[in-house]
C-alpha cells in the first residue's frame, strides 16, 4: 500500500485578497485554521521581500497557533533567514523570487548559487528548521540539493500544469524520473504549482512524492464551494490517485 499523500495547504492568496483593500479581513490565519479543519496536514506561507501578501505579523500569528507544520516559503537572503531564525517553523522552503514576477516562475538554481545556499542551510538545519529547495525536475539541481545536505527537495510543476494535457508525458517524465533520483539519494521529495483537482492526478501518483503543496487553486475555488470543500475535494482527489 502506498503511504498517504500529505496536503499543504498555501494561504498566500487569502492575504492577498486582505491587502487589495487594507484591514485585517480576510484573515489568512483563520483560512489556515480552516484548512486544518478540512485535512490539511501543513500550512505553507510565502514571506516575500515586498510583502505583497503575507506579512511578518501573519507569520508570528501562523507560528504560535497553528495545530499543524507551518512551511515558511523565504528566498535566499540575510532578511528571510533571521525571520526564520526568530520564528523557526517546522520547514523552510527557500524559492526564486524576483520583484517583478506575479507568482514564482520556477525552480531555485540550486546547483549555480551553491556558495550563496550553502552558509543559509547550514544555519537553518543547525536550528532544527527542515530545509526543503524549490528546483526544477533536473538531476543537477538534486545533485546540488544532496550536497548542499538538503533533506528535502519540493518538485516544481508550473510548466507540467500549464501544458495540454496531451503534451503532459514528457514533462511528466521528467517529474517522476526526479523523484525517483531524489528519492534514491535519500531525499524526501514534495511537489507543487499549478495544480488543481484537474491535473493533479498523475503527480499525486508519483510513489516518491510525500506531500503538495496547494495554494492559489485551492483559494480562487474557494469563492465557489468554499474554502473546507476545495480542500475536500482536493483531499479525494489525492487519495484517488494513491
Do not use: W
Not at 98 to 123: M, N, S, W
Amino acid at each position: 500500500m502506498n503511504e498517504r499523500l500529505r496536503l499543504g495547504v498555501n494561504i498566500d492568496h487569502v492575504a492577498t485578497i486582505r491587502n487589495a483593500r487594507g484591514g485585517d479581513y480576510p484573515d489568512p490565519v483563520r483560512a489556515a485554521l480552516l484548512a486544518c479543519q478540512a485535512g490539511a496536514d501543513g500550512i505553507t506561507a510565502h514571506l516575500r521581500e515586498d510583502r505583497r501578501h503575507i506579512t511578518d505579523f501573519d507569520i508570528a500569528r501562523l507560528a504560535a497557533e497553528l495545530p499543524v507544520p507551518l512551511n515558511l516559503e523565504m528566498a535566499a537572503t540575510n532578511e528571510m533567514l533571521g525571520i526564520a531564525l526568530r520564528h523557526r517553523p517546522n520547514a523552510a522552503c527557500i524559492v526564486p523570487e524576483r520583484r517583478e514576477e506575479r507568482t514564482t516562475e520556477g525552480g531555485l538554481d540550486a546547483a549555480g548559487q551553491f556558495a550563496h545556499l550553502q552558509p543559509l542551510v547550514e544555519q537553518l538545519r543547525s536550528a532544527n528548521v527542515r530545509v526543503s529547495l524549490f528546483i526544477e525536475p533536473d538531476e543537477r539541481q538534486i545533485d546540488a540539493a544532496l550536497r548542499l545536505g538538503a533533506p528535502v527537495v519540493e518538485l516544481h510543476t508550473g510548466r507540467f500544469a500549464h501544458l495540454s494535457e496531451g503534451e503532459r508525458s514528457q514533462e511528466l517524465k521528467r517529474l517522476t524520473d526526479a523523484a525517483a533520483l531524489a528519492a534514491k539519494n535519500g531525499i524526501e521529495v514534495h511537489a507543487g504549482h499549478g495544480l488543481t483537482t484537474d491535473n493533479v492526478t498523475p503527480i499525486a501518483a508519483i510513489p516518491q512524492v510525500r506531500e503538495l503543496n496547494i495554494g492559489h487553486y485551492l483559494i480562487g475555488e474557494a469563492i465557489f464551494v468554499g474554502l473546507e470543500a476545495a480542500i475536500r475535494q482536493m483531499r479525494a482527489a489525492m487519495d484517488h490517485a494513491r
